[in-house]
């Protein structure tokens, strides 16, 4: 079975540039979470969907992120103006069950630069 | 709110060492404790799940325990190789809530 499928895996912008995150869980897993990762904070959760549901988004920084899952194999996490300090790893994650049941797989993560 | 600390930040030993990762967190009331394995560049790998009724999980040379009254977890590695080079990270999480990581321990496995 394939993994948790991300792209881009790279993406180099500039400031003020929309970028678009896509993200494919595990066939079968309803959960589906979204986590940023740079040197300084480790990993953080931005958001996770249950069935298709946004269930916690208190780690979205601001309204420049907005995320979607408008089906149960499709989530896309949204920045819009970028900005240098959004540069990081953004990983997708899914498993199966509830938030805090299944094991957590992660894909490969998509490197953002903003310049 | 959870948090996830570990000690140390890095570690470097022999090879053939056996060797303990630690993992602390602040709230007892966990569901899962979870490690994972990151090498540079990649996604996390899952290793190992302790669900709260657990006391241990083993898998191969890896064995992790919890201890929720203290707070703890701990990741042993038996008989180290230098393929075991890699950040080693620990997450838990409450009743519905998702992960929270710790920011990992930098392992290096010298031959």
């Known amino acids: 079975d394939a993994g948790v499928i991300q792209s881009p895996r790279h993406e180099v912008t500039e400031m003020g540039q929309e970028v678009t995150l896509r993200c494919k869980p595990i066939s079968g897993h309803n959960s589906l979470f979204w986590y940023r990762q740079t040197m300084m904070r480790g990993l953080e959760l931005l958001i996770y969907f249950n069935n298709n549901v946004p269930i916690d988004d208190s780690g979205m920084p601001e309204d420049r992120f907005s995320a979607k899952m408008p089906n149960a194999s499709f989530s896309t996490l949204k920045i819009q103006p970028s900005e240098p300090r959004d540069s990081a790893v953004y990983f997708c994650?899914?498993?199966?069950?509830?938030?805090?049941?299944?094991?957590?797989?992660f894909g490969e993560g998509s490197r953002l630069t903003v310049l | 709110k959870q948090e996830v600390t570990q000690i140390p930040a890095a570690l470097s030993v022999p090879e053939g060492e056996n060797l303990v990762l630690n993992c602390s967190f602040t709230?007892?009331?966990?569901?899962?404790l979870q490690w994972f394995r990151q090498d540079p560049g990649k996604g996390l790998t899952s290793l190992l799940l302790i669900q709260s009724s657990q006391r241990e999980q083993t898998s191969g040379r890896l064995n992790a325990s919890l201890d929720k009254s203290s707070g703890r977890s701990t990741l042993y590695i038996a008989a180290s190789q230098p393929g075991d080079s890699a950040t080693y990270l620990c997450a838990s999480n409450q009743a519905g809530t998702a992960l929270i990581f710790g920011k990992g321990t930098t392992l290096s496995v010298s031959s």
């Open positions: 994650a899914s498993s199966r069950g509830a938030s805090n049941t299944g094991e957590l797989f």
């Open positions: 709230d007892s009331a966990i569901y899962n």
